[in-house]
């Protein structure tokens, strides 16, 4: 298999991540693109991502894109039903997650650290506080959606970590850096998880080199 992907982003790290979770890394060759210096803009790579975006998995024929089925099928490949459950209402659950960060959770966050954080990396001006401010009310409403779901669990399925972890957590870096002013400390349930997310081996390997410039 072939994984192209780009450092210091939350959705490429979601799918490394992944790779080192289920113990691919051997069959996995890892293709890193310097996005700032624009090499994922080339032909060969548009035929097999037309968005040129990262992250892609090739496997033989299969040119998949978008980080969420990539972790699927990974642990579909590797038959890793505690990572991502085959069942009916396992695969639901992780795809009501997987749809949820996408649409809320992460957006909301992602707005918070792109104007506090990453702005500031690629030297794109002051943060706008209305936009934080904006993004804050959400990040709130649905902040309490998790930290109410994570009463009482150490996972967002229960007692192990599952694809919809590594998919809701895929920012926790960014939430934790000093500058992000993301109210973490706001959701106590939360901001446990991410610590023990952080800590699991295989999301560990796969933490920035220097959070301080993870940006999307
Ligand atoms: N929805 C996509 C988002 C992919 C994405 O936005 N990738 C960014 C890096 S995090 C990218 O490749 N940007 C390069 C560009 O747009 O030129 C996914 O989940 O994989």
Redesign the pocket.
Known sequence: MKLYI?DL????RRVLATVHHLGLEDETEIQKFD?LAGE??TEEFRAINPN????VLVDGDLKL????PIMIYLADRQGAEDFCPGDRVGRFEILRWQSWE?QHFNRALGDIVWETVAKQVFGMGAPDQDKIDAALVNFRRFGAVLDDHLNGRDFILGDGVTAADFAVGSHSALALHPQSQVPLGEFGNVEAWIHRLEALPGWAKTAPQAPAEAA?
């Not at 982003?9 to 490429?12: A, D, F, Q, T, V």
């Not at 040129?52 to 992250?55: A, E, G, L, Q, R």
Request: proline residues 11%; aromatic residues 6%; hydrophobic residues 35%.
């Open positions: 780009t982003s939350p959705n490429s996005l994922h803009q040129v975006k990262v992250p894109w978008e980080a969420n996408v999307e």
